[in-house]
């Protein structure tokens, strides 16, 4: 029997080198890093190398090897998504107020409700047998309300604009946004794995529980990765990836995605200790680069434009058209309305309907759990590249020479982090 080991010492260099070149690539087009990611994800799968050289691609990337790289993604996936709750200012959220509100409720509303409508005609042709339409038009819904947080933050801080006006309104209508998103999101899946509505209500009160449960324990967790910090960094980095995966096992065990555990734990992880910092520092530039872009070839595997018949196309249009105007348009709309002129309110829009890696691992789960088909993942996945990889171009074109949106003067803090590297 031949060693399981030999094909990933293979597989797992050409994925990471493939990601961080067309990561680089695309860099120099302006874009963030996360669309070569995909993009580079998408083309190791059946789309292009396995079109081209199919036995190329079965050597990369043969069947033994899949479920490993699976798994390995899958954790990178979940040390994302810590970071993402770790860097989530619940402060912030707490004085939302006026404009920030209405922008994140109608970015938010708006987009489900159309989605909702294109969910009813998607249903007879792209949802699994045994599917309901409920938690299908429940989950298209919100796949096609997601802002991606990160990317957005990436995207503003590659522009110097993370700590102007424009920047710290956009980052706190999308923190609003996504934390009602995977709230419904929860919801969804909820319904779709228990098919029942008693049995979704059970399992999202035990989600609700185990979130206030993290919440209550924050002050002993502050505690206690105060006295690991004082005995080394090491053992704060431990304790931080453990709580992560028991947290993720625990919503798993629950009913929910394990992505929801983890999410919760970086939330519920305290904030300004300089220990947990270092060590957040430190699976950022570790698990990240090594580990999610095996997450990205997971999915490129499952996307496959080469097999597209003329008429889904089509569908693709229709998705794309109603992602833009639901999301853009309430965002814009709603930006508008609270008193904004139509430059700035563009340039919210803009930003709001930035989708990129947060829409990804939705789609993911969806995938995942059943509730959509390889066909419909693919055409959500053009409609994420497109509209991820149309914010920043767009935004330079809506903000122009406006001083609102342009970066301040150097003189920034020598201290201030580096642009959110998590931000992919």
Aim: contains cysteine.
């Amino acid at each position: 029997m031949s060693d399981p080991l030999l094909p990933l010492l293979l597989a797992v260099p050409a994925v990471v080198l493939a990601c961080q070149a067309g990561g680089r690539a695309v860099r120099l087009l302006g874009q963030p890093p996360v669309i070569g990611e995909i993009l580079a994800g998408i083309l190791l799968g059946p789309s292009l190398l396995g079109w081209l050289a199919p036995t190329v691609q079965h050597h990369l990337l043969p069947p033994s090897v899949l479920p490993i790289t699976s798994a390995l993604g899958n954790l990178g996936l979940l040390a994302f998504l810590f970071l993402i709750g770790l860097e989530l200012d619940l402060r912030s959220l707490r004085t939302t107020r006026g404009a920030v509100a209405a922008v994140s409720l109608t970015g938010l509303l708006l987009p489900m409700v159309l989605g909702a409508a294109l969910a009813a005609a998607l249903y007879p042709h792209f949802a699994p047998d045994g599917v309901g339409r409920l938690p299908f038009t429940l989950f298209v819904a919100v796949a096609l309300s997601i802002t991606a947080f990160p990317v957005l933050a990436r995207i503003l801080a590659d522009r110097g604009l993370e700590t102007t006006a424009l920047g710290t309104f956009a980052l706190a209508c999308a923190a609003t946004d996504d934390v009602l998103a995977w709230c419904l999101l929860t919801a969804a899946v909820a319904l779709a794995t228990t098919g029942t509505a008693l049995s979704a209500l059970t399992t999202l009160t035990l989600t609700a529980a185990f979130a206030v449960g993290l919440a209550l324990i924050r002050p002993l967790l502050r505690t206690m990765l105060e006295r690991a910090g004082r005995t080394s960094d090491e053992l704060v980095l431990a304790l931080l990836f453990a709580g992560l995966c028991l947290s993720a096992y625990t919503t798993d065990q629950i009913g929910v995605h394990p992505a929801f555990g983890a999410f919760l734990c970086g939330a519920a992880a305290p904030r300004g200790l300089p220990a947990v910092e270092r060590s957040a520092a430190r699976i950022r530039a570790v698990v990240l680069p090594l580990l999610l872009p095996l997450f990205f070839v997971d999915a490129g595997l499952h996307t496959d434009f080469s097999n597209l018949p003329a008429g889904q196309w089509g569908w693709a249009a229709a998705i794309l058209a109603v992602a833009v105007v639901g999301k853009w348009g309430g965002a814009a709309g709603a930006a508008r309305l609270t008193g904004s002129d139509w430059r700035w309110s563009a340039a919210v829009g803009t930003l709001m309907n930035c989708r990129g890696l947060t829409e990804l691992v939705v789609l993911g789960i969806g995938l995942q759990t059943g509730v959509m088909t390889e066909t419909l993942f693919t055409l959500l996945v053009i409609m994420t590249v497109i509209t991820t990889g149309a914010t920043a171009p767009i935004l330079r074109r809506v903000a122009g020479d406006d001083p609102r949106m342009t970066p301040p003067a150097p003189h920034d803090d020598p201290e201030r982090a580096p642009a959110r590297e998590a931000a992919r």
